[in-house]
């Protein structure tokens, strides 16, 4: 074929094969086309180039700039389409969108999206334009894409769009959602402004839309050891005694049985504590926290949750529906760990940031289960030292002391010490034999703010702003929990010059304490 035939433009192919069919009749090659074949083709690609077609796939810059009206109209029909104003945007993903994409990130059915635009060009124009229908799964999108419609679906639930309209399109636009994305939606609607409190309101809502996809993730069998497999041990024992509360039959004749299973479900404390104190803070240093706040402002539901019940049971007036509610709050905790949390943590982490997570496990504790033997790191996870690596003696201002006489006595003295530096990174705690609140090496490093249950943490703030500005050097607490009454102060640490060095926090047991009376000068043993 001649470099002319070639630049020629197409027509019909019935057309073409009329002409063909003359050509090869005649002998005459494409070069020596009539005057009536030109005009043929050329009557072709303008009645080709008149209609526009419409699809999913049509392009909306290539629209406007058919038919600029049709931006005011779009706009008009959705506030969603205001972005069309912006040169910014028409010039960077305006050139690539699509109405089949448009469609999905604003909610509106392309059923009636394409008809609207058809018609409103019929009247402005006289035109008639194909509608032409397309396979819904011929629409693919990117990780970043389908990430932005999760964030639209979600938000679309915060304003109280109907729930089975929010399914139905989540169904029928994204098919294949991961856990991971899931927990960048989290982080995302965080860092863009969305309180956590909302994320916990809706956190419910948006795993029942997404469970459907959920549910065919099928996470890998666990070695046994790792602690994946010893989270899901315990959730396994966690459901069984569920069960058994859930197979009472009269709670007033089975109250004592009620109590003792409820104290039983009072472990799960300690999974919750080595997730907030273990897990969480190797999520933090990967730069993923929103799903952890998420999920610890949820902890604290459940625990509220469990003492309202436990009390109730024993005063006999626990009714049936607070039970219920109490059980239907743990499965859920529990799907939501085996759906959304463990996937997504095995996807980000590596076997050292796992050794991490495993290493202080057993100073917190275990729920019911004495995790299995097996799984090992493939290379050692190097633990953060801050202590001094000098050998011998630490010369201080009023004598010398060993690193391990330093260690000994903190750990001897009747208090538990925190200590946290200049920048709120906790850099110590003194490992205590009977600690009252929980401690283990996961925090060490961690931002103080992320250390408390977010309902806690602007007090937290307030304390260490009013330290570093001078205004105050001490806060004191006290509270009563499991019987004992617990003395709870905030020093702020300052060097000879004044300067803020950091906050030192000293808890005490002081039960027995306050009830000393008169004086005792002599030894009576």
Not at 163 to 182: G, H, M
Not at 297 to 307: G, S, T, V
Not at 392 to 404: A, I, K
């Amino acid at each position: 074929m001649t470099s002319q035939s070639q630049g020629m433009p197409s027509a019909p192919c019935s057309s073409l094969l009329q002409i063909a069919f003359r050509v090869i009749s005649s002998g005459t090659s494409v070069q020596t086309f009539g005057a009536r074949d030109h005009d043929v083709l050329r009557d072709n690609h303008i009645q080709k180039e008149r209609f526009m077609e419409l699809t999913s796939k049509t392009k909306i810059a290539d629209l406007l700039a058919r038919y600029p009206f049709l931006k005011e109209f779009l706009i008009s029909m959705d506030p969603q389409f205001k972005s069309l104003d912006s040169p910014i945007m028409m010039k960077t993903l305006g050139r690539v969108a699509t109405l089949g994409r448009v469609a999905l990130v604003t909610g509106m059915a392309l059923e009636r999206l394409i008809p609207a635009i058809a018609d409103e060009v019929n009247k402005r124009t006289g035109e008639t334009l194909t509608v032409k229908k397309d396979e819904a799964d011929s629409i693919r999108h990117s990780p970043e894409e389908r990430l932005g419609i999760l964030k639209g679906i979600i938000r679309d639930l915060h304003a109280g769009t109907d729930r089975k309209i929010l399914t139905e399109r989540f169904q029928e636009l994204i098919k294949d959602v991961a856990p991971t994305e899931i927990a960048q939606m989290e982080q995302q609607l965080i860092a863009e402004g969305m309180p956590e409190t909302e994320i916990k309101k809706l956190c419910d809502v948006h795993v029942q839309v997404f469970r459907e996809a959920l549910d065919k993730k099928v996470m890998p069998g666990m070695p046994a050891g790792h602690p994946v497999h010893t989270y899901m041990l315990e959730n396994r024992q966690a459901e069984t005694i569920m069960a058994e509360v859930e197979h009472l039959e009269n709670l007033k004749h089975d109250r004592a049985r009620l109590e003792g299973l409820l104290e039983q479900i009072t472990a799960i404390d300690r999974h919750f504590l080595r997730k907030e104190n273990q897990l969480f803070p190797v999520l933090e240093a990967k730069g993923i926290s929103g799903p952890s706040k998420v999920m610890w402002a949820l902890h604290d539901d459940i625990r509220a949750m469990l003492k309202d019940v436990k009390e109730k049971a024993k005063k006999d007036l626990i009714t049936p529906l607070e039970l219920k509610t109490l059980i239907t709050m743990l499965r859920d905790m529990i799907y939501k760990e085996e759906h959304i949390l463990f996937p997504m943590t095995l996807e980000t982490l590596s076997d050292d940031d796992w050794a991490k997570v495993m290493s202080g496990e057993g100073e917190i504790g275990f729920a019911w289960i004495t995790p299995e033997k097996g799984w090992q790191p493939t290379s050692a996870a190097t633990q953060v030292e801050l202590m001094a690596n000098k050998v011998g003696s630490l010369n201080l201002d009023t004598g010398q002391l060993t690193v391990e006489q330093v260690n000994l006595m903190l750990t001897h003295l009747p208090v538990d010490l925190s200590f946290v530096n200049e920048d709120d990174e906790v850099i110590y705690y003194s490992n205590t034999e009977d600690r009252i609140f929980p401690r283990s090496p996961g925090i060490i490093g961690r931002r103080v703010q992320n250390c408390h249950p977010p309902k806690s943490v602007d007090m937290v703030v307030k304390i260490l702003d009013e330290f570093k500005s001078g205004n105050k050097d001490t806060a004191d607490f006290w509270i009563q929990m499991r019987g004992r009454f617990i003395y709870i102060r905030y020093f702020a640490v300052r060097d000879s010059k004044g300067k803020y060095k950091g906050c030192l926090e000293v808890s005490q047991d002081v039960t027995d304490i306050r009830g000393l009376q008169g004086q005792k000068r002599l030894l009576d043993w």
